[in-house]
């Protein structure tokens, strides 16, 4: 499809675990980005990764957290011993890149679900 | 780093009635206001944007008004439909694609 997509939609592991989400961004999007939801929360930011320039991980809420962007395209985020609190929706986003067509738009994924039991 | 607040957390209106959600931002470099609709299930969707050049934007039913001295911008949506039921995002930024977010409004259009 044309939009990005993310995988899994729906994770449920338990407590201690280590999950991968994956997200595809769109072709030609150098930008991608990742952003928590928790319930009833606002978007928050993680990570955002823009072409072969280091990543910007000021958002990543401990060490347990990492991304990685292969090839500048396809992002895996890993969590490490999850705990409770990591439940929550994992938002990717991508955008184009930041000049010429650039519009500041960013298009975001559906989200993969996480509950940590 | 940027903080943005949003107002109210919930918003009930009457079909065709006028919707007002209002946020306000601390870091005065921030140059880039954009809105966000996210529909249940779905990944937030891009409605509306304004840059700091600009006081107010429209697009059909939709504007979105930007006070720089305030630090506030707001978002009105008239005459609502039940398809305009959905949680709005704002964010601001000073970065190109680094956003900070509000925390959102349930938005309910009542038939």
């Known amino acids: 499809g044309a939009g990005v997509s993310q995988s899994p939609s729906n994770k449920v592991t338990e407590k201690g675990k280590d999950v991968e989400l994956r997200c595809d961004p769109i072709s030609g999007h150098t930008a991608l980005y990742w952003y928590r939801q928790s319930l009833g929360q606002g978007l928050e930011f993680l990570i955002y990764?823009?072409?072969?320039?280091?990543?910007?991980k000021s958002g990543l809420p401990s060490d347990r957290f990492s991304a990685e962007r292969t090839g500048g395209s396809v992002s895996t985020l890993t969590i490490q011993r999850t705990q409770q609190e990591d439940s929550a929706v994992y938002l990717c986003?991508?955008?184009?890149?930041?000049?010429?067509?650039?519009?500041?738009?960013?298009?975001f994924g559906e989200g993969s679900r996480l509950t940590v039991l | 780093g940027e903080n943005v607040e949003q107002h109210p957390s919930t918003l009930s209106v009457q079909e065709g009635d006028s919707a007002v959600i209002k946020c306000t931002y601390s870091d005065s470099a921030s140059n880039y206001f954009p809105w966000y609709k996210q529909e249940l299930g779905k990944g937030p969707q891009l409605i509306i944007d304004?840059?700091?050049?600009?006081g107010e934007k429209k697009d059909q039913r939709i504007a979105v008004t930007l006070n720089k001295t305030a630090k506030h911008f707001s978002l009105h949506i008239t005459e609502t439909q039940p398809e305009d039921s959905a949680v709005y995002f704002c964010?601001?930024?000073?970065?190109?694609?680094?956003?900070?977010f509000g925390s959102g409004t349930q938005l309910t259009v009542l038939p």
């Open positions: 304004i840059r700091s050049n600009v």
């Open positions: 990764f823009q072409g072969n320039s280091a990543p910007d």
């Open positions: 986003a991508s955008s184009f890149p930041l000049a010429g067509d650039y519009t500041g738009e960013l298009f």
């Open positions: 964010a601001a930024s000073i970065y190109p694609g680094q956003l900070t």
